[in-house]
T-cell receptor, first 115, second 111 residues
Framework: DARVTQTPRHKVTEMGQEVTMRCQPI?????VFWYRQTMMQGLELLAY????????DSGMPKDRFSAEMPDATLATLKIQPSEPRDSAVYFC?????????????FGSGTRLTVV | GEDVEQSLFLSVREGDSSVINCTYT??????LYWYKQEPGAGLQLLTY?????DMKQDQRLTVLLNKKDKHLSLRIADTQTGDSAIYFC???????????FGTGTRLLVSP
């Protein structure tokens, strides 16, 4: 049963520290998304990639967030420096453009707490 | 623009039917989805409907789409306590294929 793997599952860090979240998309999927979920804002799209190229990262605060896909098996989301308002659950999802209607498969998320 | 709205909360008794509603604004969306999120978990795709369909049934789930009113609904028949979760509707505008989510409806099923 193919799945999207996110690490770590939980992260507690102090304000000002760097945080790196990782995502292993499903093998063969060519689209990767990063979403952030908070009580106040719901699910927000931060960035997405197609064939490892960033297509849209307009949802990310550019001064502190960065997203990359160093290879087809790894996507990273980095926050530097982290702030308490970054506390949220960060989801990665992967999918295959052109399959039509299947949606995308989500990972279990990384719960980030910045104190 | 892209804006998907849902009611925030729904409470039903076990065995009743649940109906969760959603309105969207992008009439060019090709697919509309329903996702389920259980506590502490990611989002799980429940079902989807192509924009040229009016209805889709999948076991206990029935999706109705009214394109004229841009209204999507999810009916769960014989609701069980295990159906308690947050339900999100989502659309994929034809540009970029990204998923735009609604605010989510928290369904509480009581015995």
């Amino acid at each position: 049963d193919a799945r999207v793997t996110q690490t770590p599952r939980h992260k507690v860090t102090e304000m000002g520290q760097e945080v790196t979240m990782r995502c292993q998309p499903i093998l063969g999927h060519n689209t990767v998304f990063w979403y952030r979920q908070t009580m106040m804002q719901g699910l927000e799209l931060l960035a997405y990639f197609r064939n490892r190229a960033p297509l849209d990262d307009s949802g990310m605060p550019k001064d502190r967030f960065s997203a990359e896909m160093p290879d087809a098996t790894l996507a990273t989301l980095k926050i530097q420096p982290s702030e308490p308002r970054d506390s949220a659950v960060y989801f990665c999802a992967s999918g295959l453009v052109g399959t039509g209607g299947r949606g995308y498969t989500f990972g279990s998320g990384t719960r980030l707490t910045v104190v | 623009g892209e804006d998907v709205e849902q009611s925030l909360f729904l409470s039903v008794r076990e065995g009743d039917s649940s109906v969760i509603n959603c309105t969207y604004t992008d009439s060019s969306s090709t697919y509309l989805y329903w996702y389920k999120q259980e506590p502490g978990a990611g989002l799980q795709l429940l079902t989807y409907i192509f924009s040229n369909m009016d209805m889709k049934q999948d076991q206990r789930l029935t999706v109705l789409l009214n394109k004229k009113d841009k209204h999507l609904s999810l009916r769960i028949a014989d609701t069980q306590t295990g159906d308690s979760a947050i339900y999100f509707c989502a659309e994929t505008p034809p540009s970029f294929q990204k998923l735009v989510f609604g605010t989510g409806t928290r369904l509480l099923v009581s015995p």
